[in-house]
């Protein structure tokens, strides 16, 4: 069986084919290249699992090639092969990506050894990799990105709520993704082959929302020239979205309220009632248990729209979910104005991390169209920030102005600091699903010790779901599992 593809390169071909002959033997299959530049050829052509590149060679040594493949994405594992007196180049070379090295004449045993190893590793990214593929398949509908504990819970209900009628309410902030929510539970419904019909109750004046919700007669006011068909007849046997629901005046909460309790309605002038099978899903930036408290918010509509509700986290509590979503959104502009995909430099991803997005995904969204219109198409760095992404932290007693100049960049918390067990929490989570709940491999991740994993999981007390214990641990030998302990 055929255990994987190796590339060996060196320019003496007795030895290459010795490393041949030797690694063929185990079951690798074997292609060999006389420079780093025949490699990079062949590696163009064909992925190989790991490259065996001597480090001294005419032209384009294997220091070169190190970096070359160390920029491919997952990178190929490289391992360097020296002499004794270039032991300090080896160690660069490993610093710049390659997984080990042997030094030369070769020991049949170490080679062996490392080559086994190097494996492992690349197995270990192999099963990463479709691991992380099926939890962004799971976890990722149509434009809405996040692997975040609390927008897996999003998903989960999504998915569970989807192919019923009932009503739902999504609550969140102003741009956190509630119509694309509404319009992903639409899509997987029975009724997802129909048009989905959207309307926002802050956006048309009082005297035209209950015309626009329910119709009109003709004659029925002044204007009225034409029979006007309302959205909920529009939205028959489909979904009906109302955004901004909290908006709604106590006269027209009323008449919705009756339209959802007699699945009909009256168009303004019309003396018929018209039975409708419309599905609700409402949203809102409000606490509607709150403006009932107060009055402003008929109770029994609330318990009416209340039958599902899916909460949606602000980005500022999701913070994890930045870098996935800047790259979702970087991507999808490039591929809109016809451009490769730039990759974001560390320095920018920190201030992404850092900044508080009053504005949500939306304005995380909004900023990422900028900065790819400002960059230099390489790559996009802090400088191609918005000011207020770049230094909101600043004192205000600063001016702006000078704070560009000076070319400032600190990195301080929000306003509103960051829940950092929280954070942490939902790093473990994500290590432990990639690694199929295997607690070794969910440590190796991490860059924690097992015993150190195990405890953390304890002091958070996180379950697989349906499991009595966390998972496999596969417990490394001479590591003793600790007993219970307290957070």
């Known amino acids: 069986m055929n255990k994987g593809q190796i590339l060996v390169v060196d320019d003496e071909a007795a030895q290459r084919e010795i490393l041949r002959t030797i690694l063929t033997a185990e079951d690798y299959e074997v292609e060999t290249a ?36 160390s920029r491919e994405d997952p ?89 019923s009628s009932s009503t739902v309410l999504i609550t969140g902030d102003s741009g956190t993704g509630k119509e694309l929510v509404a319009r992903a539970i639409h899509r997987h419904s029975p009724r997802g082959d129909r048009t989905f019909v959207a309307v926002s109750c802050a956006a048309i004046p009082e005297t035209l929302i209950e015309s626009e919700l329910f119709g009109h007669e003709k004659g029925a006011f002044t204007g009225a020239v034409v029979r006007h068909q309302g959205l909920f007849e529009a939205a028959d046997k489909s979904t009906l979205f109302l955004d901004e629901i909290g908006e709604l005046s106590p006269n027209m909460q009323a008449k919705v309220l009756r339209a959802l309790q007699e699945r009909e309605v009256r168009r303004v002038g019309g003396r018929e009632s018209l039975k409708i099978d419309v599905r609700i899903i ?27 509700t899916l909460g949606l986290p602000p980005l500022r509590e999701r913070s994890t979910d930045i870098p996935q979503l800047a790259e979702y959104f ?54 191609d920030l918005p000011i207020e992404v770049r230094f909101s932290t600043l004192p205000s007693h600063e001016p702006m102005a000078a704070a560009e100049s000076a070319g400032a960049h600190r990195f301080l918390l929000p306003p509103q600091g960051i829940d950092l067990e929280g954070v942490e929490r939902d790093f473990i989570l994500q290590a432990m699903e990639l690694s199929g709940w295997v607690i070794a491999k969910a440590a190796k991740l991490l860059g924690l010790s097992y015993r150190t994993l195990q405890y953390r999981l304890d002091k958070f007390q996180i379950r697989r779901e349906g499991s009595e214990g966390v998972g496999s641990s596969e417990e490394p030998a001479g590591e003793a599992s600790p007993g219970p302990r307290e957070a």
């Open 75 to 163: 990178p190929t594992l490289v391992i360097i092969m020296t002499g004794h007196g270039s032991l300090d180049t080896a160690e660069q070379a490993m610093k710049q990506g390659a997984f080990d090295y042997l030094t030369k004449p070769l020991e049949r045993d170490d080679l062996l050894r490392i080559v086994n190893r190097a494996f492992e590793r690349v197995r270990l990214i192999e099963e990463n990799q479709l691991l992380r593929q099926q939890l962004e398949e799971r976890y990722r509908i149509e434009g809405i990105v996040g692997s975040h504990y609390r927008m897996r819970e999003v998903f989960d209900k999504l998915h569970k709520i989807s192919g």
């Open 282 to 308: 409402a949203a809102t930036n409000k606490h509607l248990e709150e403006e009932v408290t107060r009055g402003r918010f008929r109770e029994d509509l609330f318990y009416r729209l209340n039958v599902v």
């Open 330 to 383: 970087v991507k999808r502009v490039c591929e809109e104005a016809s451009r490769p995909a730039v990759p974001i430099t560390t320095e920018a991803m920190r201030l992404l991390l850092h900044y508080h997005w009053p504005g949500n995904v939306r304005q995380l969204e909004a900023v990422l169209q900028r900065a790819v219109l400002l960059s230099d198409g390489q790559k996009i760095d802090y400088t």
């Open 34 to 69: 006389g420079t780093a530049k025949e490699a990079l050829d062949k590696g163009g052509r064909q992925r190989f699992d790991l490259v065996l590149t001597d480090l001294r060679m005419p032209g384009a040594d294997g220091l070169s090639l190190v970096r070359s493949l």
